[in-house]
């Protein structure tokens, strides 16, 4: 008898995958949590991304020898949610204090934020099921 177990850190597709999962990085510090509806996921992610909002703070790096990266540049944090059906998205937040939504992961798509739209509306707007 073969049991099959998904590897849920491979990155792979799990067509069976119930709930939803959100992933904090800052730095090697990662929170990981489990959701069962994608409301309370995406808040997860927007409470994730606002908190590296309030905390990001970084110097330009680089110079002479090698390129200078200014802190726009620079990717301190990443709010992470993964679900049902391939579904895979996120919030970055540069140094500087700005953040962004993508959706994908390996090929991440950066989505377009619309006048008064924070990243995290952005990103439920696309990714809503």
């Known amino acids: ?7 849920p850190e491979t990155g792979l597709r799990c067509p069976g995958m119930k709930g939803y999962r959100v992933t904090a990085r800052k730095g090697p510090k990662v929170e990981r949590e489990r959701f069962d509806d994608f409301g309370q996921a995406l808040a997860a992610v927007d409470r994730h991304a606002q908190e590296l909002e309030r905390t990001a703070h970084s110097r330009a790096t680089g110079g002479r020898i090698i390129r200078r990266f200014e802190p726009v540049q620079q990717v301190v944090g990443r709010a992470e949610i993964r679900g049902p059906n391939g579904l895979r998205g996120g919030i ?3 140094g500087d204090g700005s953040a962004e939504a993508y959706t994908g992961r390996l090929r991440r798509e950066l989505v377009e934020q619309r006048d008064g739209e924070s990243p995290a509306a952005a990103l439920g707007r696309v990714l809503a099921p």
Do not use: L
């Open 1 to 7: 008898m073969k049991i099959h177990q998904s590897a």
């Open 92 to 94: 970055d937040v540069r």
